[in-house]
């Protein structure tokens, strides 16, 4: 079982930056893209975005893009999130997603979740 391992959450005042990163205990070759969704209280899982392991293409939400941008290294499965001018909208807790997809946009392509991850923003 691969187990991913996130950090950089926290409290940050509105127009701030934090920078979520998440990995995976082993090095594992069914993984092809990782992903990060949120959830807020209340509302659904949804996706926030995604790096293929396919040429490093992105995939962001369209209330993220622009603001939020995600890299990795498909060497180590590692995955960040480096997110700017943060909202209070954006407050939820985080999760890191790894698997074998052909939908990287989607929830249920995912085998692997992190813990999550709780990001504050304040007014």
């Known amino acids: 079982q691969v187990q991913l391992v996130e950090s950089g959450g926290g409290l940050v005042q509105a127009g701030g930056s934090l920078r979520l990163s998440c990995a995976t205990s082993?090095?594992?070759?069914?993984?092809?893209?990782m992903g990060w969704f949120r959830q807020a209280p209340g509302k659904e899982r949804e996706f926030v975005g995604a790096?293929?392991?396919?040429?490093?293409?992105?995939y962001y939400a369209d209330s993220v893009r622009g603001r939020f941008a995600i890299s990795g290294d498909s060497a180590k499965n590692t995955v960040y999130l480096q997110m700017d001018s943060l909202k209070p909208e954006d407050t939820a807790v985080y999760y890191c997603?790894?698997?074998?997809?052909?939908?990287?946009?989607?929830?249920?392509?995912?085998?692997?979740w992190g813990q999550g991850t709780q990001v504050t923003v304040s007014s």
């Open positions: 997603a790894a698997g074998l997809t052909n939908n990287p946009l989607k929830s249920y392509e995912y085998a692997h």
């Open positions: 082993r090095r594992t070759f069914s993984i092809n893209a």
């Open positions: 790096i293929s392991w396919r040429g490093g293409t992105t």
